[in-house]
């Protein structure tokens, strides 16, 4: 009897040390980083995120995951919970209106001011501005969707700056964001709205290959607060995502921005 007990024990020992807590056996898994990230930012986020890596080698295996879209269309994403950590979005408006309902830790913060272009075929004479969409030659002009994109927004603004809006609005082909219309720019479209940012890596590339000029305007085109971009933190609990978010806020990534077509204040 005796003996049986003790074997008893001793099984049951085996048993407990075998369903030991979780916490006495820490994860090893790698840090993620779930970022949702305007357009306009489709090329230089890798580089952020590169040089992120290299200021902070205890993340080097650290798997961060970006998606690309309207700063509208993840806003949407965002309210119907996905899981992301941090939200770059191409205005404040969106970032401001997450807060305002709680969905944010923190307020936003303003990381750059966003350069609207316009690039358009050779064929068209540009030296006078944006006016030159008027003329008939000009077929279709394509901009991001203004409920969607804050460029949209701002094409729109320059556009009736120019005293052509109204002159122009049939021909206007709407992109769901600033890299789908830049896809309508070098296939289908004589003028686009886009990003200057977009202007670099593989579309800049895209950009020189069509043959396309480009038009620049100044801050007095359109209203600034609709291209002054803002960020926000959505969770406080990952390490990684609140490290990124200071390091957006530095030096080294203010001149990265500057590098790829922003403003940065």
Avoid: W
Wanted: aromatic share 10%; with cysteine.
């Amino acid at each position: 009897m005796k003996r049986n007990m003790l074997v008893l024990l001793f099984m049951l020992q085996l048993m407990v040390s075998g369903c030991s807590p979780a916490s006495e056996h820490p994860s090893e898994d790698p840090a993620v980083l779930h970022i949702a990230a305007a357009a306009n930012l489709s090329y230089v986020i890798d580089k952020l995120t590169g040089l992120f890596l290299e200021r902070f080698p205890r993340y080097a295996s650290a798997d961060i995951r970006v998606t690309k879209a309207s700063s509208g269309s993840l806003t949407a994403q965002i309210r119907n919970h996905a899981p992301y950590d941090i939200f770059l979005a191409a205005n404040t408006a969106y970032p401001e209106a997450l807060f305002r309902d709680s969905l944010t830790v923190g307020s936003p913060v303003v990381y750059a001011q966003g350069i609207p272009v316009l690039v358009y075929r050779k064929t068209f004479d540009g030296s006078q501005g944006p006016g030159f969409l008027a003329e008939g030659q000009v077929e279709r002009i394509a901009i991001a969707q203004p409920e969607l994109a804050p460029y949209g927004q701002a094409a729109e603004d320059i556009m009736r700056k120019a005293g052509v809006y109204d002159r122009v609005s049939s021909r206007l082909v709407y992109g769901s964001s600033v890299t789908q219309t830049f896809q309508h720019a070098v296939t289908a479209v004589d003028a686009a709205f886009i990003a200057k940012s977009l202007l670099y890596g593989d579309t800049g590339n895209e950009v020189q290959k069509a043959g396309l000029l480009t038009m620049e305007f100044s801050p007095d085109e359109y209203r600034q607060e609709l291209l002054r971009q803002a960020m926000v933190l959505l969770n406080g609990r990952n390490g990684i995502a609140a490290d990124f978010f200071d390091f957006l806020q530095g030096s080294e990534a203010k001149e990265v921005f500057k590098q790829y077509g922003y403003r940065v204040e």
